[in-house]
């Protein structure tokens, strides 16, 4: 087993932040270290992590050891963490300053170094083992064993045998919660929009946290702010930004770049004084594929990025993608809306593979056609060499404004001229316009 136990600094109010309840402080720090283990409990003020099982997956040790390291100093200023077999041990070597084991020492050799007070159990009974002589987690396990067990209580001596592997230790687990909303108090007032990045990017390196503990990915969250006191009646309590992704990710990375780009374009009506972080939407996020192919449902990381950041420069409404939709109906069986807005939920299967063929350009609106013996003319008469393939649907469908239906019955042909080529045209069933013909696409 491989332990990392990390205590908050005692002056939890670091660089960029006011001073926080410990109590939060510490519910959030457990909350983060979920991304890397889901053994994560909280004992005695401090947070421990069972990294065995996660040491593949981030690399080896080494580098998992770094990157906790790294992160924890730059999310929570912590510099105390301890690293050992056990989860005791890792905590009292966090406790003593000691960061683990050096190589090539046993563990007991490394535990009887440490003072006394880095054991948890020990505190009820300080003053009778301090009379007793005892300086060192080795003075206590060189006392007679019998006799420690009748003077003083159990716990000391599970605890004692806990921290050096010889019993199993029992910790309650911590359960990411069902929704995240995290919120930071400045250190000062922040008078410009951009300058609130420093304090939401510490809220979003918790959302990340959160979010490879759900196993999912966020595509709507919120970042709001609270005004100072100091401020004027007309500039009301605060703001708020909504942004959305186009698919569903946890990169804090993008999700940075995402909401520097719209924070660039807004105004603070007054000093901020304090920031809040919520989730709107998440969904479930799959696993990366281990398969040496392409995978055809992957998506375009890199396109998305794009996609979003020239959306956040040129506003939402410039930058378009096309949606499908469940609709017969050639016209409509797309929509092109705002890169931001979400995406619909996931279409049903299709039925049967329709095998009718679809034209290269749709035209923006139907072209009727004459009619001449009953056949439709574009250039000349259309010679019909295909079809009819019948299409119906739309009776619940209202053009904007609630007044006209856009039912539709037709008849689709892929008809042939010589000079315009192979088309895609209808002749209309219902009844006002019965025998009408229109021309609606053209093939490549």
């Known amino acids: 087993m491989w332990w990392a136990a990390l ?28 991304q890397f283990t889901p053994r994560v409990a909280q004992v005695e003020g401090a947070t421990l992590m069972e990294l065995e099982a ?13 990157r906790v390291r790294e992160a924890a100093a730059a999310e929570f200023g912590i510099h105390r963490i301890g690293w050992a077999p056990t989860g005791l041990a890792a905590l009292a ?32 009974h300080r003053g009778t083992l301090a009379r007793l002589g005892c300086r060192t987690l080795g003075d206590l396990r060189r006392l007679p064993r019998a006799g420690l067990g009748r003077r003083f209580d159990a716990a000391l001596l599970e605890a004692l045998d806990q921290a050096h592997g010889q019993r199993p230790e029992t910790h309650g687990w911590l359960a990411p919660p069902e929704t995240f909303r ?4 400045l250190m000062s007032r922040v008078e410009d929009a951009p300058s609130l990045m ?19 990915g966020v595509t ?59 989730a709107l939407d998440t969904q479930p996020l799959a696993p990366p594929s281990a398969s040496l192919l392409p995978d055809d449902g ?3 990381a890199a396109l998305d990025d794009a996609l979003e950041r020239l959306a956040a420069r040129l506003g939402a409404a410039r930058v378009l993608r096309p949606v499908p939709l469940d609709d017969h109906r050639l016209e409509h069986m797309q929509r ?54 019948r299409v119906e649907g739309g009776w619940w469908d209202r053009a904007p404004g609630g007044v006209q239906h856009r039912h539709a019955q037709r008849d689709y042909f892929v008809a042939f001229d010589a000079r315009a080529g192979v088309l895609w045209v209808f002749q209309e069933r219902l009844a006002d316009e019965g025998g009408a013909w229109y021309l609606h696409g053209v093939f490549a």
């Open 7 to 34: 205590i908050l600094p005692e002056a939890s109010g670091d660089s960029g932040s006011a001073p926080e309840a410990p109590g939060r402080r510490l519910a959030e720090l457990g909350t983060w270290a979920l």
């Open 54 to 66: 996660s040491q593949r997956l981030f690399g080896g040790q080494a580098a998992l050891r770094e």
């Open 93 to 124: 070597f966090a406790r003593a300053g000691v960061e683990g084991i050096d190589p090539g020492v046993p563990l007991a050799h490394a535990l009887d170094r440490l003072p006394m007070d880095t054991l948890g159990a020990v505190a009820p």
């Open 182 to 185: 995290a919120r930071l108090e």
């Open 198 to 216: 420093y304090g939401a990017h510490r809220l979003l390196l918790r959302l990340g946290g959160w979010l490879s503990a759900r196993h999912r």
């Open 220 to 278: 709507a969250f919120a970042l709001r702010w609270a005004h100072d006191a100091l401020r004027a009646r007309a500039a009301g309590e605060g703001g708020e930004l909504v942004l959305r992704t186009r698919t569903p990710t946890r990169r804090v990375e993008h999700l940075t770049r995402l909401l520097a780009e719209h924070l660039a374009r807004t105004e603070l009506l007054a000093p901020v004084g304090e920031l809040e972080l919520e």
């Open 298 to 300: 992957a998506s375009d």
């Open 336 to 389: 092109w809306q705002p890169v931001g807005e979400p995406l619909p939920r996931a279409r049903p299967a299709p039925c049967a593979a329709d095998r009718t063929p679809q034209p290269s350009w749709v035209l923006p609106q139907p072209l009727r056609l004459p009619v001449r013996d009953h056949r439709p003319v574009y250039r000349e008469t259309l010679q019909l060499i295909a079809g009819p393939h």
